[in-house]
């Protein structure tokens, strides 16, 4: 079955600094590739989604990530962070084909004013 | 109103008691889990399903017992209830659309289930 590694468990940054998250994924197929957000007492929602085509991906509230098939990396990025951006994130993996769906750790993200 | 819907939201209950948690979806997604999340660990697979009357194992299975009968119910039963399995439960559907399109996974709100 498939990995996904997060690192930085927890960042705390300050709103407008830019904010990079690392994933990284152990499978040597073609995958589908998801980054999830889930605000305090939420449930996960989407924030974008990689199944094939440009590796650079734009998603909802500024934030974008890069797919670098040869790093097995799908990073998260967002250029000036703010206080509502405050969540656990999560990158997620599934092996084209197979629909089981794998999530990494997270990374808990607080923002300051 | 379409989406996927758990049920309880909140459950306390004894250990060695049976405890089941329901998900329903409205979208005839192929494609349902069930996923357990705990802190320092994200979240972990317990079950899931490619169809109705197919169900496998994943990350975590071990006191839990899943049905799939009908393809929008993907109930969960912890048969005799352990503090280990407290902890935030959420269920999620994803759709397998035409020409091997597949969607992404939706999440129902969660059931926060405590074990005393």
């Known amino acids: 079955a498939q990995s996904v590694s997060q690192h930085n468990h927890h960042v705390i940054l300050s709103e407008a600094a830019s904010l990079e998250l690392g994933c990284n994924y152990s499978?040597?197929?073609?995958?589908?590739l998801f980054w999830y957000v889930q605000y305090p007492g939420q449930h996960l929602q989407l924030l974008l989604k990689?199944?094939?085509?440009?590796?650079l991906v734009k998603g909802i509230k500024g934030f974008e990530a890069e797919f670098i098939k040869s790093k097995f990396s799908f990073n998260l990025r967002k250029p000036s962070v703010q206080w509502s951006d405050t969540a656990e994130y999560f990158c997620?993996?599934?092996?084209?084909?197979?629909?089981?769906?794998?999530f990494g750790k997270g990374n808990q993200v607080v923002v300051i004013p | 109103d379409a989406g996927i819907t758990q049920s309880p939201r909140y459950k306390i209950t004894e250990t060695g008691r049976q405890v089941t948690l329901m998900c329903h979806q409205t979208?005839?997604?192929?494609?349902m889990f069930w996923y357990r999340q705990d802190l320092g660990h994200g979240l972990r697979l317990i079950y899931y399903?490619?169809?109705?009357?197919?169900?496998d194992k994943g990350e975590v299975p071990d006191g839990y017992v899943v049905s799939r009968s009908k393809t929008e119910n993907f109930p969960l039963t912890l048969e005799s209830a352990t503090r280990s399995q407290t902890s935030v439960y959420f269920c999620?559907?994803?759709?397998?659309?035409?020409?091997?399109?597949?969607?992404?996974?939706?999440f129902g709100q969660g059931t926060r289930l405590t074990v005393v």
């Open positions: 997620a993996v599934s092996p084209y084909g197979n629909n089981r769906l794998a």
């Open positions: 990689y199944f094939s085509g440009d590796p």
């Open positions: 979208w005839s997604h192929s494609y």
């Open positions: 999620a559907s994803l759709g397998q659309g035409a020409k091997d399109r597949r969607t992404e996974a939706f």
């Open positions: 399903s490619a169809a109705a009357d197919i169900t």
């Open positions: 499978y040597g197929g073609t995958v589908n």
